[in-house]
């Protein structure tokens, strides 16, 4: 073997050595792979979480005996009333969400992508419970009608009711902050 050719070989084999170690330096960048120790990057949908808007405050009333009093964000445009509760991760005990529906008729809710569980209160025009879904499990798809017509709905903290002695029958009123 000559030397110019022993030469020339290891040439190559080193410019195919660095060619290798570029390549394994600069490849997770163009396929997606991640250095392991780097934390994950989340998902925008479980990192996002719209802040509670205080726009009224709310009571349940017996007799002239109040209930339980309410911090209240209104949902009233229809973007506003198709999110709803989407997306929040948490809810405050006093803390609820009152929807001021278009018409008053049969209502029904869902928990579509809702992470938190829920009281679901259909309210009469005049201000009387119609009918309460209790403990709307987060997730769930299938319909939460009323059992009669509703013009406001009202969320709380699942459980709420039932540790607070919200019933069908019972007065609501509320005030715009």
């Not at 050719?5 to 060619?19: D, P, Q, R, S, W």
């Not at 948490?90 to 209502?107: A, I, K, S, T, V």
């Not at 997730?139 to 019933?167: D, Y």
Request: a negative charge; one cysteine or more.
């Amino acid at each position: 073997m000559t030397r110019s050719f022993i030469k020339t070989t290891g040439t190559i084999l080193l410019g195919m050595a660095l060619v290798g170690f570029l390549f394994v330096q600069i490849a997770p960048v163009f396929t997606g792979a991640r250095d392991p120790n780097k934390p994950k990057a989340q998902n925008i949908a479980d990192s996002y979480e719209p802040p509670f808007q205080h726009e009224g405050t709310g009571a349940f009333l017996n007799g002239s005996d109040t209930v339980a009093l309410y911090r209240l964000e209104i949902a009233e445009t229809e973007r506003e009333v198709q999110q709803g509760m989407m997306w929040r991760k948490h809810m405050d005990g006093d803390m609820g969400m009152l929807f001021l529906m278009p018409e008053e008729r049969m209502q029904s809710f869902w928990m579509k992508n809702t992470y938190v569980g829920l009281d679901i209160i259909y309210i009469s025009s005049e201000g009387g419970v119609v009918s309460i879904q209790a403990n709307a499990q987060p997730f769930n798809e299938s319909p939460l009608p009323s059992e009669g017509p509703a013009k406001i709905v009202l969320e709380l903290p699942a459980g709420t009711c039932a540790k607070v002695g919200i019933t069908p029958g019972m007065n609501w009123i509320w005030n715009r902050l």
